[in-house]
């Protein structure tokens, strides 16, 4: 079992940039690929970004690519999603997740947080 908390919401102006962190504690010695999910107010959870243990490897939905960065820090066991250039369309609640399958991360990992809310105003 892993437990993973978030951190580093809040409000932000379009255009400018935020950093979340995901602390993973629990069976960490395992090597979970990780990823970032969001669900903005009335829509559906989306998969936002991918990274796999070795962080050779790296998936971002196509709204993101170019603005978001993915990376982690094994050796603290925690996962970041820097996030620039942000829209108002960005608002959501963010979830960090993990899976041991990297297969799966993108669809249905087995580990969520509770979620960090990202304010975008314009």
């Known amino acids: 079992q892993v437990q993973l908390v978030e951190s580093g919401g809040g409000l932000v102006q379009a255009g400018g940039s935020l950093r979340l962190s995901c602390a993973a504690s629990g069976r960490t010695f395992k090597r979970y690929a990780m990823g970032w999910f969001r669900q903005a107010p009335g829509k559906e959870r989306e998969f936002v970004a991918a990274i796999s243990w070795s962080a050779g490897s790296t998936y971002y939905a196509d709204f993101v690519k170019g603005r978001f960065t993915i990376s982690r820090d094994n050796a603290k066991n925690i996962v970041y999603l820097q996030m620039s250039s942000l829209k108002p369309d960005d608002t959501a609640v963010y979830y960090c997740?993990?899976?041991?399958?990297?297969?799966?991360?993108?669809?249905?990992?087995?580990?969520w947080g509770q979620g960090t809310q990202v304010t975008v105003s314009s």
């Open positions: 997740a993990a899976d041991d399958t990297w297969l799966r991360i993108t669809g249905e990992p087995d580990y």
